[in-house]
Protein backbone atom coordinates (compact mmCIF):
# COMPACT_ATOMS: atom_id res chain seq x y z
CA UNK A 1 0.00 0.00 0.00
CA UNK A 2 2.75 2.20 1.10
CA UNK A 3 4.49 1.88 -2.17
CA UNK A 4 1.64 2.70 -4.49
CA UNK A 5 0.65 6.05 -2.77
CA UNK A 6 4.43 6.50 -2.84
CA UNK A 7 4.67 6.50 -6.60
CA UNK A 8 1.35 8.51 -6.41
CA UNK A 9 3.13 11.14 -4.10
CA UNK A 10 5.94 10.94 -6.99
CA UNK A 11 3.21 11.44 -10.21
CA UNK A 12 1.69 14.53 -7.87
CA UNK A 13 5.01 16.66 -7.61
CA UNK A 14 5.90 15.61 -11.61
CA UNK A 15 2.37 17.45 -12.42
CA UNK A 16 3.20 20.48 -9.69
CA UNK A 17 6.21 20.78 -11.42
CA UNK A 18 4.51 20.48 -15.04
CA UNK A 19 1.63 23.18 -14.13
CA UNK A 20 4.12 25.79 -13.62
CA UNK A 21 5.98 25.48 -16.80
CA UNK A 22 5.86 27.24 -19.66
CA UNK A 23 4.74 24.95 -22.40
CA UNK A 24 2.10 23.55 -20.49
CA UNK A 25 0.41 27.26 -19.63
CA UNK A 26 0.99 27.74 -23.11
CA UNK A 27 -1.22 24.59 -23.80
CA UNK A 28 -4.60 25.46 -22.69
CA UNK A 29 -6.55 21.60 -22.44
CA UNK A 30 -3.09 20.13 -21.03
CA UNK A 31 -3.10 22.79 -18.66
CA UNK A 32 -6.79 21.41 -17.53
CA UNK A 33 -6.08 18.18 -18.23
CA UNK A 34 -3.26 18.17 -15.87
CA UNK A 35 -5.07 21.01 -13.10
CA UNK A 36 -8.24 18.75 -12.98
CA UNK A 37 -4.81 15.48 -12.31
CA UNK A 38 -3.49 17.37 -9.29
CA UNK A 39 -6.35 18.19 -7.93
CA UNK A 40 -7.62 14.72 -8.02
CA UNK A 41 -4.34 13.60 -6.13
CA UNK A 42 -4.75 16.13 -3.85
CA UNK A 43 -6.96 14.14 -1.15
CA UNK A 44 -4.99 10.73 -1.77
CA UNK A 45 -1.67 13.14 -1.27
CA UNK A 46 -3.24 14.03 2.30
CA UNK A 47 -3.94 10.80 3.45
CA UNK A 48 -0.20 9.61 2.07
CA UNK A 49 1.83 11.52 4.67
CA UNK A 50 -0.46 10.55 7.71
CA UNK A 51 -0.39 6.88 6.47
CA UNK A 52 3.38 7.55 6.17
CA UNK A 53 3.97 8.60 10.01
CA UNK A 54 1.51 6.07 11.01
CA UNK A 55 3.62 3.23 9.47
CA UNK A 56 6.75 4.36 10.67
CA UNK A 57 5.43 4.76 14.18
CA UNK A 58 4.15 1.48 14.08
CA UNK A 59 7.42 -0.27 12.65
CA UNK A 60 9.45 1.48 15.94
CA UNK A 61 7.06 0.36 18.88
CA UNK A 62 7.35 -3.01 16.73
CA UNK A 63 10.80 -2.71 17.11
CA UNK A 64 11.12 -1.64 20.46
CA UNK A 65 8.98 -5.25 21.65
CA UNK A 66 11.54 -7.33 19.55
CA UNK A 67 14.75 -5.65 20.43
CA UNK A 68 14.49 -3.52 24.05
CA UNK A 69 15.38 -4.67 27.48
CA UNK A 70 13.47 -1.79 28.74
CA UNK A 71 10.58 -2.61 30.63
CA UNK A 72 8.88 1.00 30.77
CA UNK A 73 9.78 1.28 27.05
CA UNK A 74 8.50 -2.06 25.83
CA UNK A 75 4.96 -0.73 27.74
CA UNK A 76 4.88 2.30 25.94
CA UNK A 77 5.61 1.20 22.78
CA UNK A 78 2.60 -1.89 23.76
CA UNK A 79 0.11 1.36 23.83
CA UNK A 80 1.25 2.87 21.18
CA UNK A 81 1.16 -0.08 18.91
CA UNK A 82 -2.51 -1.37 20.39
CA UNK A 83 -4.00 2.52 19.30
CA UNK A 84 -1.90 2.20 15.75
CA UNK A 85 -2.80 -0.89 14.45
CA UNK A 86 -6.75 -0.20 14.36
CA UNK A 87 -5.89 3.17 12.97
CA UNK A 88 -3.89 1.67 10.39
CA UNK A 89 -6.75 -1.07 9.62
CA UNK A 90 -9.46 2.06 9.34
CA UNK A 91 -6.88 4.09 6.82
CA UNK A 92 -6.15 1.10 4.66
CA UNK A 93 -10.19 0.69 4.02
CA UNK A 94 -10.23 4.51 3.25
CA UNK A 95 -6.99 4.54 1.02
CA UNK A 96 -8.48 1.87 -0.99
CA UNK A 97 -11.45 3.64 -1.42
CA UNK A 98 -9.40 6.75 -3.01
CA UNK A 99 -7.11 4.33 -5.10
CA UNK A 100 -10.21 3.21 -6.99
CA UNK A 101 -9.59 4.93 -10.55
CA UNK A 102 -12.20 8.05 -10.85
CA UNK A 103 -15.12 8.30 -13.31
CA UNK A 104 -12.94 11.28 -15.51
CA UNK A 105 -16.65 13.03 -15.85
CA UNK A 106 -17.65 13.17 -12.18
CA UNK A 107 -15.96 16.37 -11.44
CA UNK A 108 -17.95 17.63 -14.56
CA UNK A 109 -20.92 19.82 -14.13
CA UNK A 110 -24.07 18.10 -15.19
CA UNK A 111 -27.27 18.45 -17.70
CA UNK A 112 -30.30 16.81 -16.30
CA UNK A 113 -33.38 15.19 -18.36
CA UNK A 114 -36.70 14.60 -16.97
CA UNK A 115 -39.29 12.99 -19.01
CA UNK A 116 -42.76 12.29 -18.31
CA UNK A 117 -43.61 8.16 -18.79
CA UNK A 118 -46.66 6.17 -18.05
CA UNK A 119 -49.39 7.85 -16.31
CA UNK A 120 -50.70 10.79 -18.65
CA UNK A 121 -51.10 13.85 -16.37
CA UNK A 122 -50.16 12.74 -13.52
CA UNK A 123 -46.95 11.22 -14.98
CA UNK A 124 -46.19 14.92 -15.98
CA UNK A 125 -46.99 16.47 -12.80
CA UNK A 126 -44.79 14.02 -11.07
CA UNK A 127 -41.88 15.08 -13.19
CA UNK A 128 -42.70 18.51 -12.12
CA UNK A 129 -42.18 17.38 -8.46
CA UNK A 130 -38.68 15.45 -9.48
CA UNK A 131 -37.43 18.90 -10.71
CA UNK A 132 -38.32 20.75 -7.70
CA UNK A 133 -36.44 17.86 -5.78
CA UNK A 134 -33.21 17.69 -7.81
CA UNK A 135 -33.30 21.61 -8.00
CA UNK A 136 -33.91 21.74 -4.15
CA UNK A 137 -30.99 19.27 -3.70
CA UNK A 138 -28.88 21.43 -5.86
CA UNK A 139 -29.66 24.60 -3.99
CA UNK A 140 -28.46 22.50 -0.71
CA UNK A 141 -25.33 21.84 -2.35
CA UNK A 142 -24.57 25.13 -3.07
CA UNK A 143 -24.34 23.96 -6.91
CA UNK A 144 -26.42 26.35 -9.56
CA UNK A 145 -29.08 25.72 -12.24
CA UNK A 146 -30.15 26.46 -15.53
CA UNK A 147 -33.00 26.02 -17.37
CA UNK A 148 -32.32 24.84 -20.94
CA UNK A 149 -35.97 23.69 -22.33
CA UNK A 150 -39.38 22.46 -21.58
CA UNK A 151 -42.67 20.95 -22.50
CA UNK A 152 -45.25 21.77 -19.78
CA UNK A 153 -47.99 19.12 -18.59
CA UNK A 154 -51.51 20.02 -19.75
CA UNK A 155 -52.80 19.80 -16.05
CA UNK A 156 -49.32 21.41 -14.18
CA UNK A 157 -45.94 20.07 -14.31
CA UNK A 158 -43.30 18.97 -17.26
CA UNK A 159 -43.71 16.64 -20.08
CA UNK A 160 -40.29 17.23 -20.57
CA UNK A 161 -37.64 19.32 -19.07
CA UNK A 162 -33.80 19.96 -19.45
CA UNK A 163 -31.56 21.70 -17.08
CA UNK A 164 -28.15 22.46 -16.27
CA UNK A 165 -26.52 21.78 -12.90
CA UNK A 166 -22.88 23.76 -12.17
CA UNK A 167 -20.95 23.02 -9.06
CA UNK A 168 -18.16 20.89 -7.91
CA UNK A 169 -18.62 17.35 -9.08
CA UNK A 170 -21.93 17.39 -10.07
CA UNK A 171 -22.34 14.35 -12.43
CA UNK A 172 -20.20 12.31 -9.65
CA UNK A 173 -23.10 12.75 -7.19
CA UNK A 174 -25.86 12.73 -9.72
CA UNK A 175 -25.47 9.81 -12.14
CA UNK A 176 -26.77 7.24 -10.24
CA UNK A 177 -29.86 9.09 -10.77
CA UNK A 178 -30.54 7.84 -14.32
CA UNK A 179 -33.52 5.56 -15.05
CA UNK A 180 -37.18 5.01 -14.06
CA UNK A 181 -39.13 6.70 -11.34
CA UNK A 182 -41.91 5.56 -10.15
CA UNK A 183 -44.90 7.11 -8.13
CA UNK A 184 -47.88 5.23 -6.55
CA UNK A 185 -50.27 7.99 -5.09
CA UNK A 186 -54.00 9.31 -5.51
CA UNK A 187 -53.71 11.68 -8.66
CA UNK A 188 -55.81 14.81 -7.90
CA UNK A 189 -57.75 13.77 -11.26
CA UNK A 190 -58.96 10.50 -9.68
CA UNK A 191 -62.45 10.97 -8.04
CA UNK A 192 -62.65 7.49 -6.12
CA UNK A 193 -59.55 7.56 -4.23
CA UNK A 194 -57.76 4.94 -5.70
CA UNK A 195 -53.80 4.65 -5.91
CA UNK A 196 -52.54 4.99 -9.39
CA UNK A 197 -49.23 4.13 -10.54
CA UNK A 198 -47.09 6.65 -12.86
CA UNK A 199 -43.29 7.20 -14.16
CA UNK A 200 -41.20 9.79 -15.24
CA UNK A 201 -37.43 8.68 -16.73
CA UNK A 202 -34.17 10.40 -15.70
CA UNK A 203 -31.39 11.02 -17.78
CA UNK A 204 -28.07 12.46 -16.23
CA UNK A 205 -25.59 13.26 -18.72
CA UNK A 206 -21.55 14.73 -17.99
CA UNK A 207 -21.42 18.23 -19.55
CA UNK A 208 -18.87 18.23 -22.13
CA UNK A 209 -16.20 20.83 -22.52
CA UNK A 210 -15.03 22.08 -25.99
CA UNK A 211 -11.69 19.77 -25.30
CA UNK A 212 -13.55 16.91 -24.92
CA UNK A 213 -15.74 16.82 -28.28
CA UNK A 214 -14.68 18.95 -31.04
CA UNK A 215 -17.69 19.59 -33.78
CA UNK A 216 -17.39 20.98 -36.60
CA UNK A 217 -19.87 23.58 -37.09
CA UNK A 218 -20.31 22.08 -41.01
CA UNK A 219 -21.94 18.82 -39.22
CA UNK A 220 -24.33 21.42 -37.05
CA UNK A 221 -28.09 22.47 -38.86
CA UNK A 222 -29.70 25.19 -37.00
CA UNK A 223 -33.05 25.70 -36.79
CA UNK A 224 -34.74 29.07 -35.49
CA UNK A 225 -38.85 29.13 -34.36
CA UNK A 226 -40.92 30.98 -31.78
CA UNK A 227 -40.47 29.91 -27.85
CA UNK A 228 -43.75 29.11 -26.37
CA UNK A 229 -44.43 29.16 -22.46
CA UNK A 230 -44.08 32.21 -20.15
CA UNK A 231 -41.87 35.13 -21.68
CA UNK A 232 -44.66 37.99 -22.89
CA UNK A 233 -45.93 38.90 -26.24
CA UNK A 234 -41.96 38.53 -27.87
CA UNK A 235 -42.69 34.77 -27.27
CA UNK A 236 -44.62 33.55 -30.11
CA UNK A 237 -43.73 36.51 -32.33
CA UNK A 238 -39.33 36.12 -31.97
CA UNK A 239 -37.67 33.61 -33.86
CA UNK A 240 -35.67 32.92 -30.42
CA UNK A 241 -35.90 29.58 -29.94
CA UNK A 242 -32.73 27.03 -31.32
CA UNK A 243 -32.86 23.70 -32.64
CA UNK A 244 -29.57 22.10 -33.48
CA UNK A 245 -29.29 18.91 -35.09
CA UNK A 246 -25.60 16.80 -35.52
CA UNK A 247 -25.80 15.68 -39.22
CA UNK A 248 -23.54 12.72 -38.71
CA UNK A 249 -25.25 11.26 -35.69
CA UNK A 250 -28.55 12.26 -35.67
CA UNK A 251 -28.65 13.90 -32.24
CA UNK A 252 -30.85 17.17 -31.64
CA UNK A 253 -30.87 19.64 -28.97
CA UNK A 254 -32.96 22.83 -28.55
CA UNK A 255 -33.06 25.70 -26.00
CA UNK A 256 -35.95 28.14 -25.42
CA UNK A 257 -35.33 29.61 -22.19
CA UNK A 258 -33.49 33.19 -23.83
CA UNK A 259 -35.17 35.98 -24.80
CA UNK A 260 -31.38 36.20 -27.06
CA UNK A 261 -31.28 33.58 -30.14
CA UNK A 262 -26.84 33.57 -29.35
CA UNK A 263 -27.94 32.55 -25.56
CA UNK A 264 -30.43 29.79 -26.15
CA UNK A 265 -27.77 28.78 -29.43
CA UNK A 266 -25.11 28.47 -26.71
CA UNK A 267 -27.35 26.28 -24.29
CA UNK A 268 -28.75 24.23 -26.93
CA UNK A 269 -24.86 23.52 -28.41
CA UNK A 270 -23.69 22.43 -24.34
CA UNK A 271 -26.43 19.95 -24.52
CA UNK A 272 -25.56 18.91 -27.87
CA UNK A 273 -21.88 18.51 -27.34
CA UNK A 274 -22.68 16.56 -23.97
CA UNK A 275 -25.40 14.09 -25.27
CA UNK A 276 -22.53 13.17 -28.31
CA UNK A 277 -20.40 13.20 -25.66
CA UNK A 278 -22.37 10.55 -23.57
CA UNK A 279 -22.51 8.35 -26.59
CA UNK A 280 -18.70 7.72 -26.43
CA UNK A 281 -19.16 7.44 -22.69
CA UNK A 282 -21.76 4.61 -23.22
CA UNK A 283 -19.94 2.73 -24.99
CA UNK A 284 -16.79 2.77 -22.15
CA UNK A 285 -20.00 1.75 -19.96
CA UNK A 286 -20.82 -1.12 -21.96
CA UNK A 287 -17.29 -2.13 -22.58
CA UNK A 288 -16.87 -2.30 -19.00
CA UNK A 289 -20.31 -4.11 -18.21
CA UNK A 290 -18.53 -6.80 -19.83
CA UNK A 291 -15.92 -7.34 -17.40
CA UNK A 292 -18.05 -6.50 -14.19
CA UNK A 293 -21.57 -6.81 -12.71
CA UNK A 294 -22.86 -4.13 -11.42
CA UNK A 295 -26.60 -3.25 -9.81
CA UNK A 296 -25.61 0.38 -9.64
CA UNK A 297 -23.95 1.80 -12.74
CA UNK A 298 -25.58 -0.15 -15.35
CA UNK A 299 -26.74 2.60 -17.45
CA UNK A 300 -29.55 1.00 -18.26
CA UNK A 301 -32.11 4.26 -18.47
CA UNK A 302 -34.87 1.47 -18.79
CA UNK A 303 -34.43 0.18 -15.51
CA UNK A 304 -36.83 1.04 -12.60
CA UNK A 305 -34.64 2.66 -10.17
CA UNK A 306 -36.65 3.73 -7.49
CA UNK A 307 -40.19 4.26 -6.41
CA UNK A 308 -41.84 7.06 -4.39
CA UNK A 309 -44.86 5.55 -2.32
CA UNK A 310 -47.48 8.40 -0.95
CA UNK A 311 -49.56 6.21 0.91
CA UNK A 312 -47.14 4.91 2.98
CA UNK A 313 -44.48 7.63 2.97
CA UNK A 314 -42.41 5.40 1.49
CA UNK A 315 -39.22 5.63 -1.27
CA UNK A 316 -37.67 2.42 -2.21
CA UNK A 317 -34.49 2.43 -4.06
CA UNK A 318 -35.01 -0.73 -5.61
CA UNK A 319 -30.77 -1.63 -6.99
CA UNK A 320 -29.49 -1.95 -3.32
CA UNK A 321 -32.89 -2.79 -1.65
CA UNK A 322 -33.00 0.30 0.71
CA UNK A 323 -36.24 1.39 2.00
CA UNK A 324 -36.73 4.94 3.73
CA UNK A 325 -39.60 6.24 5.69
CA UNK A 326 -38.70 9.53 4.76
CA UNK A 327 -41.18 10.37 1.63
CA UNK A 328 -41.71 14.52 2.32
CA UNK A 329 -38.16 15.21 3.40
CA UNK A 330 -36.78 13.17 0.26
CA UNK A 331 -39.10 15.01 -2.21
CA UNK A 332 -38.02 17.87 -0.58
CA UNK A 333 -34.74 17.42 -2.08
CA UNK A 334 -33.05 15.70 0.72
CA UNK A 335 -31.35 12.64 -1.00
CA UNK A 336 -28.20 12.13 -0.02
CA UNK A 337 -28.48 9.42 1.92
CA UNK A 338 -29.94 7.22 -1.30
CA UNK A 339 -26.79 8.94 -3.26
CA UNK A 340 -24.23 8.14 -0.78
CA UNK A 341 -25.45 4.17 0.01
CA UNK A 342 -25.13 4.21 -4.07
CA UNK A 343 -21.69 5.03 -4.41
CA UNK A 344 -21.09 2.74 -0.91
CA UNK A 345 -22.75 0.03 -3.26
CA UNK A 346 -20.85 0.90 -6.37
CA UNK A 347 -17.27 0.99 -4.22
CA UNK A 348 -17.73 -2.45 -3.10
CA UNK A 349 -18.29 -4.02 -5.98
CA UNK A 350 -15.45 -2.02 -7.63
CA UNK A 351 -12.86 -3.66 -4.55
CA UNK A 352 -14.39 -6.72 -5.40
CA UNK A 353 -13.06 -6.84 -8.96
CA UNK A 354 -9.94 -5.05 -8.39
CA UNK A 355 -11.18 -1.59 -8.62
CA UNK A 356 -11.71 -1.07 -12.09
CA UNK A 357 -13.07 1.97 -13.37
CA UNK A 358 -16.34 2.45 -14.73
Not at 93 to 109: G, V
Not at 118 to 126: L, N, R
Not at 317 to 326: A, G, M, P, Q
Not at 339 to 355: S, V
Request: proline share 3%; net charge negative.
Amino acid sequence: MLDKLSAIHDRYLEVEKLISSSDIMNDMKAYVQLSKEYKDLEPIIKIYKDYRDLISNIKEAKQILSESDDLEMKELAKIDLDENLPKKNKMDEEIKILLIPKDPADSKNAVMEIRAGTGGDEASIFAGDLYKMYTAFAQSKGWKTELVDFSDGTSGGYKEIIFNIIGDDVYGQLKFESGVHRVQRVPLTETQGRVHTSAATIIVLPEAEEFDVELNQADIRKDTYCSSGPGGQSVNTTYSAVRLTHIPTGVVAQCQDQKSQLKNYDKALKVLRSRIYELELQKKLDEDAKHRKTMVSSGDRSAKIRTYNYPQGRVTEHRISLTKYNLQSTMGGDIQEFIDELHLAENAEKLKTGGSNE
